[in-house]
Nanobody
Framework: QVQLLESGGGLVQAGGSLRLSCAAS????????MAWFRQAPGTEREFVAA????????YYADSVKGRFTISRDNYKNTVYLQMNSLKPEDTAVYYC????????????????WGKGTQVTVSS
């Protein structure tokens, strides 16, 4: 089982930036694809971005393309989500995910979740 711990959330004004981090530990923490999802109140958890184990392939939801960048540092067992030009509609709890059934993944095809970090974008 892989353990995931997110950090970096917070409150930011529209147009601002945040960088989320997800530290992975446990078995096979290195050679696995990882992803970010988000969930706003009253909505379903949605895919945001994913990266394969080497970092050579990245996938993004249309809503964040051009604004968010996913990356990973396998020496640190950490995946990052750089979020620029944030909008109020980006407000959500952001979850790190791994043990994916497919890439890009769906929320139902994830075996391991972090506890999430809150991102709030004010207008």
């Amino acid at each position: 089982q892989v353990q995931l711990l997110e950090s970096g959330g917070g409150l930011v004004q529209a147009g601002g930036s945040l960088r989320l981090s997800c530290a992975a530990s446990g078995r096979s923490a290195l050679r696995i694809a990882m992803a970010w999802f988000r969930q706003a109140p009253g909505t379903e958890r949605e895919f945001v971005a994913a990266v394969n184990w080497s970092g050579s392939s990245r996938y993004y939801a249309d809503s964040v393309k051009g604004r968010f960048t996913i990356s990973r540092d396998n020496y640190k067992n950490t995946v990052y989500l750089q979020m620029n030009s944030l909008k109020p509609e980006d407000t959500a709890v952001y979850y790190c995910a791994t043990d994916l059934h497919s890439i890009p993944p769906t929320a139902s095809g994830v075996n391991s979740w972090g506890k999430g970090t809150q991102v709030t974008v004010s207008s």
